[in-house]
């Protein structure tokens, strides 16, 4: 007989958004014109001197093992790099190399939670949060973003958590958000300090999007008092440098949690591939004028879906204060149908029209908190953006499509109406 799969194994939830890229892939495979707006990468090639640098490495011998926590220089360039940022006083000994940013998810919870811990997560979230709590058998506790607030963090269920959980012991802050596009004001991050400041709770500070703040500048919890005591913040390339198929990230925390950081690195990973880390630094030191540019594009892109959604009937969308995605509010649409946000993305991708679809994400896809939205990238060329925009204020007035898709997938009937934020 087979041997059993664990509890977690069995219960375990992953990433939605690669489950509906594998069915936009297959119907483009079959002919039909998918607009793809579902999977966060961007459609940029990698930032030019992290390629070059890249491929000399390779060529240059850089593919065996490496430190754990990083490549010296690569260390000390990533500290410099943020310090110069965000006016931080980090070094080398602050920083430890990763594949990217989500793996830092799993290393926090071990490295400072314990079974039966509180742990905050502001919803809607990003869809890896509750895995990597649950691997630590820990307890996550919710706390709604509402589109009234700009789906910034709201301070009085920290207070709340802290005053009330048995075991209040770490904080998931994503600014940056991931889906939503909120951002944490400067005010936000010193009261969530003020809040934390000399307590046994840590946060974990998700912070991919840093390069992507459309009103004002990206602040980090790190540059408040006290906090590279109690949080590790983590940073990626894929967004800013267009490496997501590099694979490269690293997280700044104090010196103690780094040092934890390395030992899990090397328990889990062994090493970050060297070559990739040569590659960071290159993007670091040199290709800041082509991300700047990049990102503005990516700015011009986010306010021309909003508007064109802003213009469709049930559709109601904020202007994110950052990142490359824009979540608007569907309710109105999905009441009238009587079928769930996410019910709605796989309409607009699987059944809306037999020659074309668009694929986007449900908002359920981040949480209970995220139903009544959906969630759009802007990773593709304009004209296209504006195909997508026409093509959903159009596949929105087709009742008698959506009913079919309803009447074969009843799993995504609306069991009761959403409210509309």
Not at 122 to 131: N, R
Not at 301 to 311: I, P, S, T, Y
Request: charged residues 20%.
């Amino acid at each position: 007989m087979p041997a059993t799969f664990s509890t977690f194994a069995s219960t375990v939830q992953g990433e939605t958004a690669f489950t509906v890229l594998a069915v936009a892939r297959r119907l483009l495979a079959a002919g039909k014109d998918v607009i793809e707006l579902e999977i966060g990468d961007s459609p940029f090639p990698t930032s030019p001197a992290a390629l070059e640098a890249g491929v000399e490495a390779i060529g240059a011998g850089h593919t065996h093992y490496g430190p754990s926590l990083g490549l010296p220089e690569f260390r000390a360039a990533a500290a410099e790099y943020v310090a110069r940022q965000y006016e931080l006083s980090v070094t080398a000994d602050h920083v430890v190399a990763g594949p990217g940013a989500k793996i830092f998810e799993q290393f926090f919870c071990e490295a400072f939670v314990n079974p039966g811990d509180g742990v905050l997560v502001f919803s809607p979230h990003f869809p890896t949060y509750p895995a990597n709590i649950q691997r630590r058998g820990a307890r996550m506790v919710l706390s709604r973003l509402r589109a009234a607030h700009d789906f910034r963090p709201n301070l009085a269920d920290v207070e709340r958590f802290l005053a009330a959980d048995p075991r209040p012991k770490a904080i998931f802050l994503n600014s940056p958000h991931n889906p939503t596009g909120g951002v944490a004001t400067l005010d936000d991050l010193e009261g969530l300090a003020g809040l934390i400041r000399g307590r046994d709770v840590a946060v974990f500070s998700d912070e991919p999007y840093d390069a992507m703040v459309w009103r004002g500048r990206h602040r980090t919890l790190l540059s408040q008092p006290g906090m590279l005591d109690q949080c590790v913040a983590a940073y990626t390339f894929s967004k800013s440098f267009s490496m997501s198929g590099w694979r490269l990230g690293f997280a700044v925390g104090s010196p103690a949690a780094i040092e934890v950081l390395g030992t899990l690195t090397n328990t889990a990973l062994s090493c970050v591939p060297p070559f990739t880390q040569l590659a960071g630094m290159a993007a670091m030191a040199d290709d800041g004028p082509v991300r700047d540019e990049r990102m503005a594009d990516f700015r011009r892109k986010v306010e021309r879906l909003v508007d064109g959604l802003n213009a469709i009937d049930g559709v109601s969308c904020l202007m994110p204060g950052g990142t490359f995605y824009v979540f608007p509010s569907v309710a109105p649409i999905c009441n009238r149908y009587g079928i769930t946000s996410h019910g709605l993305a796989l309409y607009l991708l699987e059944a809306a029209d037999d020659r074309r679809g668009v694929a986007c994400l449900g908002g359920e896809c981040f949480g209970g908190a995220g139903g009544g939205f959906l969630r759009l990238s802007c990773a593709e060329p304009d004209e296209r953006l504006s195909e997508a925009v026409a093509f959903i204020g159009e596949a929105v007035t087709r009742g008698e499509r959506a009913a079919a898709y309803l009447q074969s997938h009843p799993q995504y009937r609306l069991r009761e109406p959403y409210p509309d934020d």
